[in-house]
């Protein structure tokens, strides 16, 4: 039971795992963010433009309400913050590799050192020792 404590330890110390969770939770934080900059700063202007339309609100009826059984609704407007948000997202998490790609080049390897004398001298015999010469 030690050995197997001591080593999910291990496991959960492990720098990866421990990145894994930020990037986790600071994702989740920033997926908020961006809903709502979407849905409360992005959408009312866009839904203003087009008429005063709710995106939120945005859909088609597919069967009304009966009854206390709410109405079954296509919910097109909130399919569209989604992709908005996504978009958004997509294009956040592009710049940032980006950047991290550019401040993490490489440089290239150095050019591999020429013959030693050694090898020279040897593939000087080499050629001499070559038949037809």
């Known amino acids: 039971m030690a050995g197997m404590c001591q080593e999910f330890k ?6 990866n795992v421990l990145d894994l969770a ?20 992005i959408m009312p202007p ?3 433009l087009l008429g005063g339309v709710d995106f939120s609100q945005l859909g088609w009826i597919l069967k009304p309400a ?4 709410p109405a ?8 569209i913050q989604a992709i908005v948000d996504f ?3 997509a294009l956040v998490i592009f710049l940032v590799v980006k950047a991290a ?3 993490k ?9 020429g013959p030693s004398p050694a090898e020279r001298l040897l593939t000087e015999i080499r050629d001499l020792l070559r038949p037809g010469r």
């Open 22 to 41: 930020v990037g986790v939770v600071i994702g989740a934080a920033f997926g908020k963010i961006v809903s709502s900059l979407v849905g409360d700063v």
């Open 105 to 113: 080049r490489e440089e290239p390897a150095p050019a591999p050192p």
């Open 66 to 69: 009966v009854g206390d059984k």
């Open 46 to 48: 866009i839904g203003l």
């Open 101 to 103: 790609n550019r401040m």
């Open 72 to 79: 079954v609704m296509l919910g097109i407007g909130k399919f």
């Open 87 to 89: 978009l958004i997202i």
């Open 10 to 15: 291990t496991f959960v110390l492990r720098g």
